[in-house]
T-cell receptor, first 114, second 113 residues
Framework: KAGVTQTPRYLIKTRGQQVTLSCSPI?????VSWYQQTPGQGLQFLFE???????NKGNFPGRFSGRQFSNSRSEMNVSTLELGDSALYLC?????????????FGEGSRLTVL | GESVGLHLPTLSVQEGDNSIINCAYS??????FIWYKQESGKGPQFIID?????DKRQGQRVTVLLNKTVKHLSLQIAATQPGDSAVYFC????????????FGGGTRLMVKP
């Protein structure tokens, strides 16, 4: 059974650019969550999608957005990149029922903003 | 705002000893707690979870204890092995918050051979 797949694994952007990250969940999983991981702030929740609808959203500016497709694959977008957006972006999938089991994380997309 | 925190950033133990990693939480609305292990270059990996109606839960070589009175969570690893070396995170899931997790800052466990 394939795990959560995130692409690209590494990318470098410059300030002001925008970036799109992709996440393919485990087959059958309908919930996809995104987290930002930095040395200073740790793991912070960005948003969760379930059945193509945003179910929860963290405290991030509107430059951070996401979407989920009918096949449960998800993308997140960051516009007008800032140096502070440099981070490991992690995607996690689950069947969708909250508090019923673990989230399966991908290995992340490491974004460097220069 | 409320957050999940950890008492110790780094824990060094001898191979074969037991390890205890602690975590404090402050959101009284949380009713589900999870421990994750993150190895270098990988995403967090589920270890064990516990619901607020339980005080203790055991897995293979791991035990999670929950003390709701003092809002404290701990992870015990028995017979620690070199492969246990990683960063460990506790996370809480508030009630009715979907799969939105609030993570603690992490504790680095170093196992000396």
């Amino acid at each position: 059974k394939a795990g959560v797949t995130q692409t690209p694994r590494y990318l470098i952007k410059t300030r002001g650019q925008q970036v799109t990250l992709s996440c393919s969940p485990i087959s059958g999983h309908r919930s996809v969550s995104w987290y930002q991981q930095t040395p200073g702030q740790g793991l912070q929740f960005l948003f969760e999608y379930f059945s193509e609808t945003q179910r929860n959203k963290g405290n991030f500016p509107g430059r951070f957005s996401g979407r989920q497709f009918s096949n449960s694959r998800s993308e997140m977008n960051v516009s007008t990149l800032e140096l502070g957006d440099s981070a490991l972006y992690l995607c996690a999938s689950s069947f969708g029922q909250p508090n019923t089991g673990e989230l399966f994380f991908g290995e992340g997309s490491r974004l460097t903003v220069l | 705002g409320e957050s999940v925190g950890l008492h110790l950033p780094t824990l060094s133990v001898q191979e074969g000893d037991n390890s205890i990693i602690n975590c404090a939480y402050s959101n009284s609305a949380s009713d589900y707690f999870i421990w994750y292990k993150q190895e270098s270059g990988k995403g967090p990996q589920f270890i064990i979870d516990i619901r607020s109606n339980m005080d203790k839960r055991q897995g293979q070589r791991v035990t999670v204890l929950l003390n709701k009175t003092v809002k404290h969570l701990s992870l015990q690893i028995a017979a620690t092995q070199p492969g246990d070396s990683a960063v460990y995170f506790c996370a809480e899931n508030p009630h009715n918050a979907g799969n939105m997790l609030t993570f603690g800052g992490g504790t680095r466990l170093m196992v000396k051979p």
